[in-house]
């Protein structure tokens, strides 16, 4: 078997570095990212890794009409099949997977499995209203909802690709074989209807899925608030805008910006991805260019976020 890692995104090379070294030290075979349309430096500066080897780098003109990530899973599957790579994970550049033990030990206690549901926990913004680049998501940000809620939480995929015709960003679709088979990370059965559904992101049981304990995704959705906001610049993965679910005080945001709890898994880890991001900066044209990013990060959010922009896109704000 070998496990893919594959992520759409447009405009994150600010955070990008942090997300491939945390997901490199977990060992897939293949880190593959897609883009459209970046403004960022974020393309180049994957280029660049690209020429070293670390990632493969697709980038995509989304057909009008589609959804940015839906079209993304599409270039992400083709290359799968033609490299003959057996399993895949999508997600965001603002979740990071979380593993007791190793993927080896996640597929050997799922070795049965179509589908593997992760499910999200929600971290919050941690009180940072203005972002620093070069600060660490995963150091930074430690606040999070006690767990996740039957229910309410939502998953991530990893699944066998010759299994499935196509796939949406939370899950797989279209089977080809009979009855695919779903397990939590923990090995527990799950149902499959939610795999014939348009589109779905949750799975039953719930609560049997929201239990499991070897695998979740820290979905850093509200990173600070000035990330969050210019949410409403970079646009919605799924082609989607208006509705404000970007504003601070959305039924997003509170559903995602959650500081419960303090949580500090990710602690013992951070030696090892700082000894990665040291690794990754060490090639001086990587190091510029992700520079180039964090210097236009700065210039578009001073630009973009006006006062009055942050009064217009807050629920509730007085003009």
């Known amino acids: 078997m070998t496990l893919a890692l594959a992520s759409c995104m447009r405009n994150e090379g600010v955070f990008l570095l942090e997300w491939l070294a945390h997901h490199m030290g977990l060992g897939f075979g293949r880190i593959i990212v897609v883009t459209n349309a970046c403004t960022d430096g974020s393309d180049t500066l994957l280029d660049r890794l690209a020429a ?110 010759a299994s499935f015709a196509r796939a949406t960003d939370h899950n797989p679709l279209d089977p080809t074989v009979p009855d695919p088979v779903v397990m939590t990370p923990d090995g527990a059965a799950l149902s499959n209807a939610s795999l014939y559904q348009a589109r779905s992101s949750r799975f039953r049981p719930q609560d049997i899925a929201c239990a499991t304990q070897r695998a979740r995704l820290h979905h850093y959705a509200v990173r600070s608030e000035d990330v969050f906001l210019m949410k409403n610049d970079r646009g919605d993965g799924q082609g989607k805008t208006g509705g404000g679910k970007y504003h601070v005080g959305s039924k997003w945001h509170r559903t995602a910006n959650r500081n419960d709890v303090v949580d500090h898994r990710m602690a013992p880890h951070l030696p090892a991805l700082h000894d990665r991001l040291a690794a990754l900066r060490a090639d001086a044209e990587t190091a510029r260019l992700e520079r180039a990013c964090q210097h236009w990060f700065t210039l578009r959010r001073n630009a973009v976020l006006t006062a009055a922009t942050r009064r217009r896109w807050t629920k509730g704000a007085t003009a």
């Open 52 to 161: 070293r080897g670390i990632v493969t780098h697709i980038v995509q003109a989304v057909p009008p009409g589609a959804a940015p990530q839906d079209a993304g899973m599409d270039h992400v599957l083709r290359f799968c099949r033609e490299r003959g790579l057996s399993h895949v994970l999508h997600i965001d550049s603002d979740e990071f997977l979380l593993l007791e033990g190793t993927l080896a030990d996640l597929m050997a206690r799922t070795a049965g499995a179509d589908v593997v549901p992760i499910p999200w926990r929600m971290f919050g913004d941690s009180g940072v209203t203005d972002w620093t680049p070069g600060d660490l998501v995963t150091e930074r940000n430690t606040r999070a909802e006690p767990a996740p809620e039957p229910g309410v939480t939502k998953f991530k995929c990893l699944f066998r690709v």
